[in-house]
């Protein structure tokens, strides 16, 4: 199974970085390097059906390209675009919801029903589809507005830029163009466009930085995310009645940092690939665990998902610009989007649309102060979490629990076994000895809690003086640090969670 932190990548990525490195000089080469080792990743990754479909997909979406920037009916073309995509990746997204049914139709005709059990969802289609509904908006404002003049792919660069090995297994959603809220490590803007057709030789951005973010992202996903799910959130998950309440609760905690960990771990690694290759990459995640309220975490969970289906479903059905309850609305729909789009079961409905009710009742607490406190809307949004230290450690707990509550829905395989996980944690705690000493547990990740917020200072303060520092200071950390992670490590590969997505 294909993995970017097995051995074999590693290798891999010496030799090609060695080879991408020497032809520095030519862009283009660098370019055709690159599609030809993103193709190769996701056949490795999935298989050659999913090569084909995403070589497809891209001549389609380039034919229609050319049809938004020359026809006179471009919004048509748009239109035609958007669906395509859509239905292209519902009809992969969620083919084992009908995969029951479509069987049963089939052997009523005795039909052999063996290809039926190949079909598994494509390595990144989610990512690429996303990228391209992107393109083709930004494309379409060049018509619509004078003053929006946006340079367009050619085929072999939008064929890279969908396939873009860095991104297309679990995100960043890389945008064609910049966008509002999608930056680097250095707040630079991150458009693929003008990345993939430099006309100026590249260079490697920030190569000591980039070695921390490396090591980190193993220590994140390998150690940390392996020993919370070996340990903590598989056994308990999957037999929840077995199970103490206070183990429970434990799993319930563990399962938003592991989650956490594996992906923000994993996006720290790709942001390390992307700048040795001379790439920006956005930052998808700012410190979501110490959000105050649901509407500061979306802002710093998954960065690049929630700007997107803000300025993809949010604002084109009105945003805030149609009245309050037309805005809880357009709410209520773009987050339930964004739970159907990370599975097709009942559960993921019910988590997305948890999170589009917490963001009404932020909403409506937001009139009520300005009703009854006589504020400024931008007051009332942080009322309690600027009334004082009592309030900012209330608005972090409560926005936390709520976060690792709804994830419950998100890690159960079905609605069913996440109600068990519930039934669980409320009668489980007569008659049912402790297995093992959650105190412990909560006890570390109460402790990594308060540190958190001088590790985010810590990491700051590596992301502007990592390059100033001398190479002989870090070298040495990095590898104790390595060599810690890889012997604490559980056993085996762990994969990454948001490539099932």
């Not at 504020?375 to 230290?389: D, F, L, M, V």
Request: proline fraction near 4%; charge should be positive; charged fraction near 10%.
């Amino acid at each position: 199974m294909f993995s970017f932190i097995s051995i074999e990548f590693g290798l891999s990525f010496i030799a090609f970085f060695c080879l991408y490195w020497l032809v520095a000089a030519k862009p283009q080469i660098q370019n055709l390097l690159l599609l030809c080792g993103s193709y190769f990743i996701v056949y490795k990754g999935s298989n050659l059906l999913a090569l084909l479909l995403l070589i497809v997909f891209t001549l389609l979406i380039y034919f229609i390209s050319k049809r938004i920037l020359k026809s006179a009916l471009f919004k048509s073309w748009l239109i035609f675009g958007i669906m395509l995509t859509l239905i292209n990746l519902a009809f992969w997204k969620y083919f084992d919801f009908f995969r029951s049914s479509v069987g049963n139709t089939l052997e009523d005709t005795q039909l052999d029903l063996n290809y039926l059990s190949n079909i598994v969802l494509p390595l990144g289609i989610s990512y690429y589809s996303f990228q391209s509904i992107s393109y083709l908006s930004g494309l379409c404002k060049t018509r619509t507005q004078t003053d929006c003049i946006y340079k367009r792919f050619t085929l072999p660069g939008l064929a890279l830029h969908l396939s873009f090995f860095p991104t297309i297994t679990a995100g960043p959603i890389a945008r064609a163009y910049d966008a509002r809220g999608l930056t680097d490590i250095y707040n630079q803007p991150t458009g693929m466009v003008n990345q993939i057709h430099t006309q100026e030789p590249r260079r490697i951005l920030a190569p000591t930085l980039a070695m921390i973010l490396i090591v980190v992202a193993l220590m994140k996903t390998w150690w940390f995310s392996g020993w919370i799910s070996e340990n903590w959130v598989d056994p308990i998950f999957a037999n929840p009645m077995q199970y103490q309440s206070l183990e429970i609760l434990a799993a319930i905690y563990g399962y938003t940092v592991q989650l956490f960990l594996n992906f923000s771990g994993y996006s720290d690694l790709m942001i390390a690939l992307g700048l040795l290759l001379g790439f920006r990459i956005p930052i998808n995640f700012r410190a979501p665990l110490l959000a105050h309220n649901i509407r500061e975490f979306w802002a710093r969970w998954h960065i690049s998902l929630s700007t997107w289906i803000r300025d993809y479903i949010y604002i084109p059905l009105g945003g805030s610009k149609k009245g309050f309850i037309r805005t809880q609305i357009n709410l209520l729909i773009a987050m339930v989007f964004s739970g159907i789009w990370h599975g097709n079961g009942w559960h993921f409905l019910i988590w997305g649309s948890l999170h589009g009710i917490g963001l009404i009742l932020l909403n409506i607490s937001d009139r009520i102060w300005m009703l009854f406190g006589h504020c400024q809307p931008q007051e009332a949004k942080n009322k309690i979490y600027q009334s004082g230290r009592a309030g900012k450690l209330i608005s972090i707990i409560v926005t936390i629990h709520f976060v690792c509550f709804c994830f419950v829905f998100f890690r159960a395989p079905t609605l069913n076994d996440a109600l068990a996980i519930f039934q669980a944690l409320l009668h489980n705690h007569i008659n049912i000895p402790l297995s093992s000493n959650p105190f412990y547990f909560f006890a570390l990740l109460l402790l990594a809690w308060l540190l958190y917020p001088k590790l985010i200072r810590l990491f700051n303060y590596f992301y502007i003086n990592a390059e100033k520092l001398p190479r002989y200071s870090y070298i040495l950390p990095l590898l104790l640090l390595l060599l810690v992670a890889i012997i604490c490590a559980p056993a085996g590969i762990p994969g990454f969670i948001y490539a099932n997505f």
